[in-house]
């Protein structure tokens, strides 16, 4: 809502039974336009499953889904995903496809064949339905046998790039999912007029020493600056809201 104040869509939160009902009643006092849904689909919630990316698919009622992974931190106005008209709209994960490569150098003709971070992706037409939701689902067991041999395979993002291989598709700017690996040192993601900051990584910078998970800056000291950003972000909503995000 800070920098999108206007912003009066219906909000969905997926989760797994980890967000009780005071959380959710705080959320509804920040924003009243939000639903939630615990997920308990096998599928969803074994303990290593990785596929809630999966769910807008199903989301069939709506002409449009914009999906925000919760590792994100919002820095602009997003109103530009709403003008997407293509079925499906993402930022390419240049780290994997051109990891020597500078995401805002990258050739646009190398883009031909992309292969997208699926931290935030918008999703209309055809691909909303039952039957292509049942499409990504059932290549969930071809991906777990690829793990199970050893071969290393990103869960629900490889799930969705191999089965849009064929499917009208369109490339977001990378300020709509850069990843914090953009951001190494003092380069500023506010100067680069980023929407959303993606924590990629196992390393976030909610997490606190002792807590059995690895801070952001206590793991990676070139990562300091967006560890602040994240934490400046926070003390804001605390002192505006009244409560923390964590």
């Known amino acids: 809502k800070k920098y999108n104040p206007a912003l009066d869509l219906p909000l969905k939160i997926y989760h797994r039974g980890d967000l009780c009902a005071v959380s959710m009643k705080k959320i509804e006092s920040v924003y009243s336009h939000v639903t939630f849904e ?28 914009i999906f925000i992974d919760c590792d994100i931190l919002c820095l602009g106005n997003m109103d530009g995903l709403l003008d997407v008209t293509a079925d499906f709209a993402a930022v390419i994960d240049y780290e994997i496809r051109f990891p020597k490569q500078k995401m805002q150098s990258v050739p646009r003709l190398l ?39 050893g071969k290393k395979k990103l869960w629900d993002q490889d799930i969705i790039n191999d ?30 007029k980023t929407i959303f900051l993606h924590y990629t990584g196992g390393a976030k ?12 800056q206590g793991k990676y000291a070139r990562y300091q600056h967006i560890h602040e950003l994240w934490h400046q972000h926070h003390e804001e909503f605390q002192q505006k809201h009244g409560y923390a995000v964590f």
């Open 38 to 65: 615990h997920v308990t689909d096998d599928l969803y919630t074994q303990q290593d499953s990785q596929y809630m990316c999966l769910l807008p698919f199903k989301e069939n009622r709506v002409s449009q889904v």
């Open 163 to 192: 089965t849009l291989k064929n499917t009208r598709v369109q490339i977001l700017p990378f300020t709509y999912n850069a990843r914090k690996n953009l951001y190494k040192k003092q380069q500023c993601p506010i100067k680069d």
């Open 111 to 149: 883009s031909a064949l992309p292969y997208f971070n699926t931290g935030v992706f918008s999703v209309r037409g055809d691909l909303l339905s039952g039957d292509f939701y049942q499409k990504l689902r059932s290549k969930v067991e071809k991906y777990a046998a690829l793990r199970t041999r």
């Open 205 to 216: 910078p909610w997490y606190t020493e002792g807590s059995g998970f690895l801070p952001l």
